[in-house]
């Protein structure tokens, strides 16, 4: 589903980045994705909206004045009709609420940020004018996302009643690995981190498609960023899992060298 045309619920919509130098992200991003950008009023926090191919794919924001020593990182959103019933899910199932509900003018929509009971940080999206990312699976576009939690098994059940979907655990022992399904195909990953993440915090992880690894994998160290493990196989393409220069964790994919 390259180009998206409706507006998707319960399940992950929007990807948005907080950093600490909005202009080197945005050099970074450009070269890695081939994106381009529009413009980012003060009015609105110079909230970014990048795009691929023309269509919105993503956005990137400097840290809010007082959130200075908040972390450089990516917030996965899910698609909601109502950010306030979703919250009171979110709540009677263990999780928190970090930001309430609140309208982004003129009339996009509403955005809520939400902690889940394994302390995953995540952001919910209740379309307005604006439906989250047109575009998925291109070069520079979202293709998958995951959360890497600590009771994979609980979390699943989680997102299952707070967004109504279904969970199945893949086979094998290797990596306890649930995916999310609203019909098919799934919609998201739940992953079980053992022993070798020893100090690194539960978080949910952003996938972007790119045409080539070898290049974006040459782009990201010319911008000072650095790969943290990869390539890893999967039957979907080859993944790497590296961080920008400022400190964001995100991953990117692709079935080519």
Known sequence: MPIVTERLSNRPVWFDLSTSDLAAAKALYAELFGWTFGDSPAELGFYTMAFAKGIPAAAMAPKMLGQEGAPVTWTVYFGVT???????????????????????????????????????????????SFAGAGIEGEHGAMCWTEVACRNAAANA???????????????????????????????????????????IPPYWMPYFAVDSLGAANTTLSKHGGKILNG????????????????????????GND
């Open 82 to 128: 109502d950010a306030d019933a979703t919250m009171t899910r979110i709540t009677a199932n263990g999780g928190t609420v970090m930001v309430s509900p609140m309208a982004i003018p003129p009339d996009l929509g509403r955005m809520a940020i939400a902690v889940d009971p394994g302390s995953a940080v995540f952001g919910l999206w209740e379309h307005g």
């Open 157 to 199: 059940a989680f997102y299952t009643a707070v967004f109504g979907l279904t969970s199945q655990r893949l086979p094998g022992d290797a990596v306890e690995y649930y995916i999310l399904h609203d019909g098919e195909p799934g919609v998201a990953g739940v992953m079980q981190m053992d022993a070798a993440w020893e100090g």
């Open 231 to 254: 390539p890893i196989p999967s039957p979907f393409g080859r993944i790497m899992v590296v961080q920008d220069a400022q400190g964001a964790v995100f991953s990117y994919m692709s």
